[in-house]
């Protein structure tokens, strides 16, 4: 029976490579000159550093210009608040891999509502969904792409 995976990732690599260049450009900027602004990576949090929220709001725009170039979704990210102490304003930026338990059930529940011939079931953070035909899986894809769910979706493991 045919099947495939719905997983949410993000390829660190390329979010790495995007932090390289944002530290770049914030480095070259004449409005950041001498403010110690700079972009930190910690597995999947992204730590912003600045001398004032007026860089910070700076620094997400350019942030998020260079993760959409490098072709990362940025419905991603869930932007923490910006924490001012003394000369530094800090903000944390998480990057959310893997679909949760209430995305995943509204996933199947979807699934089952649009009366499509195919099973789908949570495997940890990943959701599989099987059926007899592949053009049945097909339209399940085209559904869910359809959908404006508040993550992004990748589709992978298609087996026939």
């Known amino acids: 029976m045919p099947s495939f995976d719905i997983v949410s990732e ?7 490579n995007a932090l390289d260049q944002s530290n770049r450009e914030v480095g ?9 602004a700079e972009f ?6 992204i730590l912003l550093e600045a001398g004032s929220d007026f860089q910070l709001e700076q620094m997400m725009d350019i942030l998020r210009a260079k993760l959409t170039k490098r072709g990362i ?3 991603c990210m869930d932007e923490g608040k910006a924490e001012t102490t003394g000369k530094v304003a800090r903000q944390t ?3 959310q891999q893997g679909i949760d338990q209430p995305l995943a059930k509204d996933i ?10 195919a099973q789908a079931s949570i495997q940890g ?5 099987t059926g007899k035909k592949r053009d049945e899986l097909q339209e399940v894809i085209a559904m869910l792409r359809a959908a404006e769910l508040d993550m992004p ?7 026939d």
């Open 73 to 75: 979704d940025i419905t």
């Open 108 to 117: 199947i529940k979807r699934i089952k509502e649009a009366k499509l011939k």
């Open 40 to 45: 930190t990576l910690d597995e999947s949090k």
């Open 28 to 36: 070259t900027r004449f409005d950041f000159k001498g403010s110690g």
């Open 93 to 95: 930026v998480t990057l």
């Open 153 to 159: 979706l990748q589709y992978n493991n298609f087996r």
């Open 125 to 129: 953070d990943k959701v599989r969904v």
């Open 10 to 16: 993000v390829d660190m690599h390329e979010v790495s």
